[in-house]
Structures are given as C-alpha cells and as structure tokens.
C-alpha cells in the first residue's frame, strides 16, 4: 500500500510502500478519497510534540481523512461497506496520507451529504479543536464575546462560524486583504493583524481562542474580563493536560515548569489559562456533520494538491497563506 511517511525527526516526507492495514474488530477499513492536512503534521515531524506525544519511527502522517469504507471489523455496527465517512483517527493510530486506513468506528462519522470528499476531509481535526475549545471546555454562551485569532486559518475559519451559530460577539485577527472573508464567515470585530493592537482595540472579553502562542497568547489575557479564559492550541501545556494524557511524574514536572509562566500571568490577571490538545471522537464529529448538514458551517478549502505531491502540499502549508484548509486527493 502507498504511503507518505518520515523515517526520523526532522526528516523529509517521501512515498513508501508498506503493509496493509490490520483491521480490528472494532474497526473500519476507509479507501482514502482526500486527506487534510495540518499543522500538527508538520510538528510532529519536527519532533515539537515528542515529549508527550511519542511515536515511532519510519511514521506515516495524516490526521484527516474523508472516504468510503470497504470492510469493517466483527463488531462494527455503525457503519457498513459503501458508507461515506470522515474521521480524525485517535492519536498513535493516525495515518491517513495513504491508500487506505482502519480507524475505530466510534472516532468515525458519516460525512455530510452535502460535502465534498475534499470538503468533508477539510474539517474533522480543526472542527473538533473548535467545538471542543468553544462548547465543551469553553461553553460559550449567547452574548459573550469571544476572541479568536488567526480568523483565516484552518481552526479559525471554523471555529468563527461556530462561535456565531452560538450567540456569541465574535472578534477575529487577520490581514487586512482576509477582511471581508472573516466578515462573511460571521466576525463581528476584525483587527488587522499588521496595524492594530488587538490588546489596545479589545477588551472585556469571555473567551480567547489562541492559535499562536508566544507573546501573542500573553497578550491575549490581557483583553479578557475577569474570571474570563484564554485557551491556546499553541501555548505551553500545562499540569491539567498532563494528568489528563497520564504522563509520568518526571514529565508532569517539566509540563508545570514549562507553563508557569504563562498561568502566574493569568492568576495575576484574575483570568485563566488552558492548553487544548484535541481528542478524536466521532460522537462531536456527528453533531459537527449535522451543523454542516444544516449550512451553519462551511468547510473552507485553500488549496488542493494530488496524493503523489503530498510533501509540497506540507511544505505549503508552513506559509500560511492559504485560507482554510489544505487538501491531498485521490489516493
């Protein structure tokens, strides 16, 4: 079977040939007909995410997938063969630049009727980063206002129009030529990113999506109210993160040194800080496929590249110049 994999950190992705895929009995086998891309592709082949998050080398990467299912395991009940599906398979079983792949049925959805292979493959991991930082851990409520940077990116993109459909005043960061874009997408308040302070325009907010870290995270407490939250994609991980993926005391140590920093700024702002690694789970993914169903949400879709340029599709996305996502087709 055709893959994309690295052999170590750091190294390039390249074409392989390996195994075909072992499909469990609480599986499903998805031919692969398009697969997103994100930047927690190019991190993990940096090596950036391999203190908590470990994985072995040669890897395939790819942790979007749209596509039709061509078995399933004894268990399976859910889906059948023929069904049209889209997944962020669970972390250590990712994979989905490839042929094709078996992901546990309950981190599998069926997509949208109304979506594209290339639409439905755009939106499992940055929709579920979005729900789960703005309903699950944020619970946004109507007449809050909620900051999220980055408007025109991959979770951006997503998570202003979820924002929206949720009652809330929306603020989002962007080039000024991103503008109208974000306007249409549902933002209320766009700061252009390359001449205005969004700490100096913005203030009393509830909640602040944060995509990139550093000193923009940390300015970002500043804009909230008190008791208000900022959660970060991009930040350092912190003590609650630690224990919730089961890591080892040594590890817990390093992860609460590393974010010290950033929650003695939020305690001494009457605020809150939460770093948001998202999870799989098709359940959120379901009711995220209804959403699209309903035309709340909009898949956003860049560029697209063929499954045999799928390295030049990851290089592209490090400039971040595309809006929304990034697509590989026709595995």
């Known amino acids: 079977m055709r893959t994309f994999i690295f052999d170590d950190y750091k190294q390039p992705l390249h074409g392989a040939d390996v195994p075909e895929p072992v499909v ?19 991190k993990l082949r940096l090596g950036e995410f391999k203190l908590i998050l470990p994985y072995r080398t040669p890897l395939t990467l790819g942790h ?4 039709t299912v061509i078995a399933v395991g004894a268990a399976v009940r859910r889906f059948a063969v023929g069904d049209e599906v889209f ?4 972390d250590h079983r990712i994979g989905t630049f490839a042929e094709r792949i078996a992901i546990d049925e309950s981190d599998v959805a069926h997509a949208p009727a109304n979506t594209s292979p290339v639409e439905a493959a755009s939106l ?3 929709a579920l980063t979005a729900w789960q930082a703005l309903v699950e851990r944020g619970d946004v409520q109507a007449g809050q206002k909620v900051l999220i940077h980055a408007g025109s990116g991959g979770v951006g993109t997503i998570a202003i129009q979820l924002a929206k459909h949720l009652g809330a005043h929306v603020a989002t960061t962007a080039s000024a030529a991103n503008g109208d874009f974000v306007r249409e997408l549902g933002a209320d308040v766009v700061i252009d990113h390359r001449t205005q302070d969004f700490a100096q325009e913005l203030s009393g907010y509830d909640l602040v999506l944060d995509s990139l870290g550093g000193e923009n ?4 407490l500043t804009v909230l109210r008190p008791g208000g939250k900022a959660i970060s ?16 005391p040594v590890l817990r140590l390093v992860i609460a040194a590393i974010s010290r920093k950033i929650r003695r700024q939020a305690k001494r702002l009457g605020v809150t800080y939460e770093f948001l690694f998202m999870r799989a789970d098709g359940q959120q993914l379901r009711r995220i496929a209804d959403l699209v169903r309903d ?28 809006r929304g996502k990034t697509v590989v087709t026709g595995a």
Do not use: Y
């Open 217 to 220: 995270l940390e300015r970002s």
């Open 24 to 42: 469990g009995d609480h599986d499903v086998l998805v031919a692969v007909a398009a697969a997103g891309l994100n930047q927690l592709d190019e």
């Open 64 to 67: 979007d997938v749209a596509g």
């Open 124 to 126: 499992p991991l940055v």
């Open 87 to 90: 997944s962020r398979p669970r």
């Open 295 to 322: 035309d709340v949400i909009r898949p956003v879709v860049g560029a697209t590249f063929p499954f045999d340029e799928t390295p030049q599709a990851l290089e592209s996305i490090t400039t971040g110049r595309v």
């Open 233 to 248: 994609i991009s930040g350092a991980p912190d003590p609650a993160f630690a224990r919730a993926a089961g890591l080892n």
